[in-house]
Nanobody, 125 residues
Framework: QVHLAESGGDSVQPGGSLRLSCLVG???????VGWFRQAPGKEREGVSC??????KTYYADSVKGRFTISRGDNTVYLQMNNLKPEDTAVYYC?????????????????????WGQGTQVTVSS
């Protein structure tokens, strides 16, 4: 059974950094993984995605140049630098059981089959 577990959320000041981790369990080997976030009263939005088969990565315009997605053994990371108050949200990792993620779909919630429980990131002075 696939299960995802995020960690690394915290409260930081503007300009600070955090690294989120997502442990992917359950025997998946070739998959695409995305990071999403949801702020209070807002819809869940795509932050970044790593497509396994072609090595491509995608980022929302709001985080380009500040966030970096990377992958290790069964773990996916989201390095977040120069954090801003508008980055405050619950961050979720999600997996699509397919090694390739077409660019036009990467930020669609419906493209992912498995979700973690989320980790809170708060950016405030």
């Amino acid at each position: 059974q696939v299960h995802l577990a995020e960690s690394g959320g915290d409260s930081v000041q503007p300009g600070g950094s955090l690294r989120l981790s997502c442990l992917v369990g359950g025997g998946l080997y070739y998959y695409s993984v995305g990071w999403f976030r949801q702020a209070p009263g807002k819809e869940r939005e795509g932050v970044s995605c790593s497509s396994s088969s072609d090595g491509k990565t995608y980022y929302a315009d709001s985080v380009k140049g500040r966030f970096t997605i990377s992958r290790g053994d069964n773990t996916v990371y989201l390095q977040m630098n120069n954090l801003k108050p508008e980055d405050t949200a619950v961050y979720y990792c999600a997996v699509r059981n397919s090694p390739r993620m077409p660019e036009m779909y990467w930020d669609r919630v419906s493209e992912y089959s498995y979700w973690g429980q989320g980790t809170q990131v708060t950016v405030s002075s």
